[in-house]
């Protein structure tokens, strides 16, 4: 699980985010990217969106979500992409091609997404 630290929850922030329109996506997820930190020492903050559009079922959307909180807990540690450091907040929403996705699947497209957007 993410650290209270690392969890993006105001809805303004969401807001701010998505009107940044700073997006990077492929066929499993879209991210979107807030904006650039202006000092190091504050943490990123994530969120997670799956819609009822991606699946009617409320467990299968959560597992969507652990999937995605997993992988990025994981860079997080390994601290092995140094892009994901330069933003403020990151927003990851889930595609329907997700719902058959494996955990492999889903966290190649994350490294991927998040490595190609340079600053």
């Known amino acids: 699980m993410l650290s209270q630290q690392n969890r993006l929850k105001k809805y303004s922030a969401f807001i701010a985010t998505y009107k940044l329109k700073n997006i990077a996506a492929d066929n499993i997820m879209c991210i979107y990217f807030g904006k ?56 990851c929403v889930a595609k329907p091609s997700s719902v058959n996705a494996d955990f492999y699947q889903i966290d190649s497209s994350i490294k991927r997404l998040i490595s190609s957007k340079v600053l």
């Not at 969120?47 to 652990?66: D, E, G, L, T, Y």
């Open 36 to 91: 650039e930190k202006t000092s190091s020492d504050a943490a990123v903050k994530f969120a997670f969106v799956v819609s009822k559009k991606i699946h009617k079922r409320a467990v299968v959307r959560n597992r969507i979500k652990r999937l995605m909180r997993e992988s990025i807990r994981l860079i997080l540690k390994e601290n092995s992409i140094q892009n994901i450091n330069n933003y403020m907040s990151v927003i």
